[in-house]
């Protein structure tokens, strides 16, 4: 993974279809706070995003989230492979999940 991609995750974003939290290799809690803080916030559905080796993690975010509250639902789970450039140039696919947890 490039530098620049390793940016692009860890983040928490609104975009007009909804929220997104990107997980990436910060601890579960992390990511588990910031989803739980979205829905306080007024959110009726949001979007956990990983990829590789950060998909486990997503995953447990999820497992965590709904311990914490039977009202949050699983809504759907989509799975892709992305390409990606690896430094010296070489195509690389990456497993990547998106997870649709509603209220």
């Not at 692009?8 to 601890?27: I, L, N, P, R, S």
């Not at 759907?76 to 990606?84: H, L, R």
Request: zero cysteines.
């Amino acid at each position: 993974m490039t530098k620049k991609d390793e940016s692009a995750e860890d983040k928490t974003t609104k975009q007009e279809e909804g929220y997104f939290v990107y997980v990436g290799k910060k601890g579960v809690m992390a990511y588990v706070l910031a989803v739980i803080t979205q829905f306080s916030e007024g959110a009726k559905e949001v979007r956990v995003k990983a990829r590789g080796k950060s998909i486990s993690r997503a995953v447990d975010v999820l497992e965590i989230v709904k311990s914490k509250s039977e009202e949050i639902k699983l809504e759907a789970i989509n799975t892709s492979t992305e390409e990606v450039e690896t430094d010296d140039g070489r195509p690389l696919k990456i497993s990547a999940i998106e997870i649709v947890i509603k209220k």
